[in-house]
């Protein structure tokens, strides 16, 4: 191939078109989970996160219910995958090497958000969220209706394979994506750019700011005691029993089960089958929707 700026147009088109296409094939699972918040700087506060506010009754003056009461934060990184093309593969046409290369880089940044959310939902056992307690923990402080702090768990322990209840039906989910800067494409094959000059090299990648955090805790049940129909109904209990401050329901309706690989068997027994295992109806059949993620194992 005769190195010119027609032929690297065409190039850089062909290594976009197959970025483009990997990313189109990956499959993402963090939606079901995580509320994708834009950003317009490197650190974003979530104050609000302190207060899930509340319609009251009209009487007398307005009472304004202040969201500033958190000062957590979530502070963006920055993700970048680049991948180098050899000179002389492109004036030999030794290019079908890197086809693979361009369409897997595709499918790779796709999957980061998947890495990220899943990443920070196993690790809410060890991670604090805004109001200074692990986000799955056994001892969130909250408000009862005398105004005095009581605690309030969203997990039971455990050392086993995490799973997890989850209303996802809120506009708010468990988990935050903070995205400042998207992943795309971008070329550096002008014969003037250093790698080029320098190391004979035409340089093609991608790059992102962005990060992870929590959002209400109230909203999820995590666990890793086994996942039996107990353990299941303890969970469906705490989440719709859950209360706000000053003993206010929340509503939660939990409608997600999400489990890793290894607890298919177990989810589907408690949400698929007609019976129990000693005959009995199964009450708790189609209680829930079933997600199974690899990003679990």
């Known amino acids: 191939m005769i190195i010119n700026s027609a032929n690297l147009a065409a190039l850089r088109v062909g290594f976009s078109t197959l970025f483009k296409k990997g990313l189109g094939q990956t499959t993402s699972q963090y939606a079901l989970i995580a509320t994708t918040v834009p950003a317009t700087t490197k650190e974003q506060r979530y104050g609000w996160l302190g207060k899930i506010a509340s319609v009251r009754e009209w009487l007398g003056p307005r009472v304004v219910q ?29 290019l079908g090497i890197y086809s693979p290369l361009f369409e897997e880089m595709g499918q790779s940044t796709g999957a980061k958000w998947d890495q990220l959310v899943f990443g920070a939902l196993l690790g809410g056992f060890t991670t604090n969220c805004y109001d200074g307690q692990f986000f799955f923990d056994t001892d969130h402080p909250v408000l009862d209706e005398s105004g005095n702090t009581i605690t309030v768990a969203n997990t039971d322990g455990g050392a086993g394979p995490a799973w997890f209840l989850i209303d996802n039906s809120r506009v708010i989910k468990p988990i935050l994506l903070q995205k400042r800067k998207d992943f795309n494409f971008v070329a550096k094959d002008k014969e003037t750019d250093d790698n080029v000059f320098d190391k004979n090299e035409y340089v093609y990648g991608s790059d992102a700011r962005a990060n992870v955090g929590y959002g209400f805790w109230q909203f ?46 177990a989810a589907n ?29």
């Open 269 to 297: 027994k408690i949400l698929k089958n007609e019976k129990g295992p000693g005959g009995e109806d199964n009450e708790f059949k189609d209680t829930a929707k079933l997600e199974v993620s690899p990003w679990l194992a």
């Open 66 to 94: 202040n969201i500033s009461e958190s000062d957590y934060s979530i502070r963006e990184k920055k993700w970048e995958l680049t991948i180098g093309v050899d000179r002389d593969d492109i004036e030999t046409d030794n």
């Open 220 to 265: 999820i049940w995590g666990s890793r005691q086994p996942l039996t129909p107990d353990n299941y109904e303890k969970a469906r209990v705490a989440l719709q029993t859950m209360k706000g401050d000053f003993g206010r329901p929340l509503g939660i309706k939990p409608g997600l089960l999400l489990v890793p690989p290894q607890l298919e068997r």
